[in-house]
């Protein structure tokens, strides 16, 4: 933790502020992972495991999402599909299930697929993720929904450690 008892001047100010301040992102970013990765588990992962092999963090669905830091100051929630196992048309070991279709590679696309109900229609292989339909607005889009207070609560816990509190 950054001990502001000795600055003497507001470039030692800004420079300890900056690595509190960027501490704090980094702690509130792992929570905003884990949470909504939780929140993967709630609705993608809530559905009875079908004729396919689930991955998680292993190249499934999960190991898609992390977080990219953008700036000292920017986070941001990314989806890079070439991280989940690469589907094929070998049927005997079930690896359709990351949107491959006869030779399509959609990991790419996977996290739009999944979150649109029409796509996820179209893309679905075997009846599998069709049942998200049943949650209206997709799991990316249900994820926002109390997702500001959220950050917010975090931020202010996080930065409370450092004896910083919003007024």
Known sequence: MANLTYITNINQLNKELNIITEDVLDDVSDKLLKDFQQHLDDTIYAAPIGDYSRYYKNGGFYSGWMIDRVTNLTRSLVFDGMSLVAPSNDMANNQMSHGGRQGEDVRDMLAGILNDANYNDYYSYSGGAKYLTS????????YFIDIDEKIEKWLNTEFKKYGIVRR
């Open 135 to 142: 949650l209206g607005n997709g799991y990316w889009d249900t």
